[in-house]
């Protein structure tokens, strides 16, 4: 059972967008920094939003990240079917002294 | 270009031990933090434990506390995780990542069957 709670699926269509919602507690989301994460099947996990907003270099600005006290939300728009990928969000867990992953979203380009 | 490399996977029996290694370039790695991160087959990502740049501090998930070690050596630029009395659910792929999990390994599978 993941201290962050995902929806275990999303999908849309090439071209639309699609939001991915990460829910938590006072004592990780609310309280710490999140980070979004995509894996490719077969892949490492890569680094797509850090500090709820940011985006690393070379990361284009169809991925964002929102926080409003303990959920997160990841948005991608104008959808490729090159985004179908697992997505997770990830953060610190003050109270437990321990990171701490949501379960994961699979995201499906219809 | 920033690269860590993951080593020391592999088959081992309940009960047995292994020591992961992760070779880190391409960054000052004594100013970092690091971490290990894991991923059953056809599951998600599960953190497993991290160490502060220096080692001054040091944190495990539950589920390996008391078994796992984390350490580092700054002079060598790595990372490693020693695992002790590994059971079937420690059977994963292992990857280390860096600070705030910007970049990651390719990981490393461990598999614990008899």
């Known amino acids: 059972q993941s201290v962050l709670t995902q929806p275990p699926s999303v999908s849309a269509a090439p071209g639309q967008k699609v939001t991915i919602s990460c829910s938590g507690s006072?004592?990780?989301?609310?309280?710490?920094?999140v980070s979004w994460y995509q894996q490719l099947p077969g892949t490492a996990p890569k680094l797509l939003i850090y500090?709820?907003?940011k985006r690393p270099s070379g990361i284009p600005d169809r991925f964002s990240g929102s926080k409003s006290g303990t959920s997160a939300t990841l948005g991608i728009t104008g959808l490729q079917t090159g985004d179908e990928a697992d997505y997770y969000c990830?953060?610190?867990?003050?109270?437990?002294?321990?990171?701490?992953f949501g379960g994961g979203t699979k995201l499906t380009v219809l | 270009e920033v690269q860590l490399v993951e080593s020391g996977g592999g088959l081992v029996k309940p009960g047995g031990s292994l020591r992961l290694s992760c070779a880190a370039s391409?960054?000052?790695?004594?100013?970092?933090?690091m971490n290990w991160v894991r991923q059953a087959p056809g599951k998600g990502l599960e953190w497993v434990s991290s160490?502060?740049?220096?080692?001054?501090?040091?944190y495990y998930a539950d589920s390996v506390k008391g078994r796992f070690t984390i350490s580092r050596d700054n002079a060598k630029n790595s990372l490693y995780l020693q695992m002790n009395s590994l059971r079937a659910e420690d059977t994963a792929v292992y990857y280390c990542?860096?600070?705030?999990?910007?970049?990651w390994g390719q990981g490393t599978l461990v598999t614990v069957s008899s």
């Open positions: 160490i502060s740049s220096s080692s001054s501090y040091i």
């Open positions: 500090d709820n907003n």
């Open positions: 006072s004592s990780n989301i609310g309280n710490n920094y």
């Open positions: 391409g960054f000052t790695f004594s100013s970092y933090s």
């Open positions: 990830g953060t610190w867990d003050s109270s437990l002294s321990a990171g701490s």
């Open positions: 990542a860096r600070d705030k999990r910007d970049y």
